[in-house]
């Protein structure tokens, strides 16, 4: 059964969709969870900074603060009433963040919604 279950999130509303259903299944089969942010500072910082200055460091700082924030929040949720639940905060691409967490951490199970892009931006 699944044991580790990752539960990626951006901060959306659509992202936290899948935190029922992995509540759900951690229920089911005696599992933890594990809900994990990456922030990403290339693509908000820009690509070709080869050296953070100061103030990029600091807003990076705050930026995962608010993501533990986040995550603490999201993980005293009624519907992980009961499970094993970690929380994570990474830096970095995201694909590749999650899958080193996925590899790293030996998850079974990754849940996780659509990043919701429509049309031209699909």
Known sequence: MFKKILVPLDGSERSERAIPLAARIAHASGGSVVLLQVISPLREYGMYMMQPTLMIQQILYEDQAKASVYLAQQAAT?????????????????????????????????????????????
């Open 78 to 122: 009624t519907a992980l009433a009961g499970v094993d639940t970690r929380i994570l905060v990474l830096s970095g691409p995201a694909e590749s963040e999650i899958l080193a967490v996925a590899q790293s951490e030996q998850i079974d199970l990754i849940v996780m919604c659509s990043h919701g892009f429509t049309g031209i931006k699909r």
